[in-house]
């Protein structure tokens, strides 16, 4: 299985979310870094310490000459006890069109045991990612709860499902709303994207700088707000994904 998650505009926690959400995850995952605007994993959560050829561009490059496992195998890390295991996003801006993104995605989703998913960064028309959405078998908007976030996703939506192919309501491309409540609430929200609501995270300082910036977890730190909401919404999309209603 393989979702996508990505943003409309500004930084609602994206990264943070499918950090949060893979570590929840009930089955083998695997977090793929595909932000178009260069990873950020690796120097937030891996602390700039991360081993200099584990990532996507060399994954890229391996699977010219090998398949994805044995790739995988040599790229993927995993910084922390607590953390999923990862593979490394982008250098910089640009790179992104020159991956073979449907392929890799294609491949990603033949593996047998583990489900990916792709933090997709914020959505753009040209960004070279969209033929990675396309492949996703579902799609998760991440978005805050100000005016200009939920204006700016209701507007994202339907080209989200456009890319898809998937009529209004369908499950397969939902949102996810970070802090709600300041001021809108989740299913106003929704209403404005005209998406199913898959649900919420709550506003967590301490856990999400633990996933954006690398700070050890307290020991409570599985019990925390945000990890109980991921642990949530990681049950909603297995259900979603396997042809359940995931909707809250
Ligand atoms: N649920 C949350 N509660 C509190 N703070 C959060 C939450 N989620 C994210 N943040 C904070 O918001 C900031 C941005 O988070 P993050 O990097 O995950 O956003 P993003 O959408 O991936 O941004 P970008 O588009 O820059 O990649 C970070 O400082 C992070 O700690
Ligand atoms: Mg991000």
Aim: aromatic letters at 4%.
């Amino acid at each position: 299985m393989l979702i996508g998650m990505v943003s409309a505009k500004g930084s609602p926690g994206v990264t943070t979310a499918a950090l949060a959400v893979a570590s929840q995850w009930p089955r083998r995952v695997l977090l793929l870094d595909a932000d178009p605007f260069g990873g950020d994993i690796r120097a937030g959560l891996g602390g700039g310490e991360w081993p200099s050829a584990a990532g996507l561009a060399d994954a890229v490059v391996d699977l010219r000459s090998t398949g994805m496992d044995e790739a995988l195998r040599r790229r993927v890390h995993r910084p922390a006890p607590h953390a999923p295991p990862v593979l490394a996003g982008l250098g910089c801006v640009g790179q992104a069109p020159s991956v073979a993104w449907t392929q890799l995605a294609t491949a990603l989703g033949r593996m047998t045991g583990a489900d990916t998913i792709a933090d997709c960064g914020r959505y753009a028309v040209l960004d070279g990612v969209i033929p990675l959405l396309r492949a996703c078998e579902v799609v998760v908007l991440v978005v805050g709860s100000g005016l200009r976030a939920v204006r700016t996703a209701s507007r994202v939506a339907p080209l989200l499902r456009e890319e898809l192919g998937v009529e209004a309501g369908d499950i397969r491309v939902s949102v996810l709303v970070v802090g709600p409540d300041e001021p809108y609430s989740s299913s106003e929200i929704a209403a404005a994207c005209e998406l199913p609501l898959l649900g919420e995270l709550p506003r967590d300082r301490r856990s999400a700088d633990v996933w954006s910036e690398g700070v050890q977890p307290a020991r409570a730190f599985d019990r925390s707000p945000l990890q109980r909401g991921a642990h949530r919404i990681a049950a909603k999309l297995v259900g979603a994904g396997t042809g359940g209603n995931g909707a809250a």
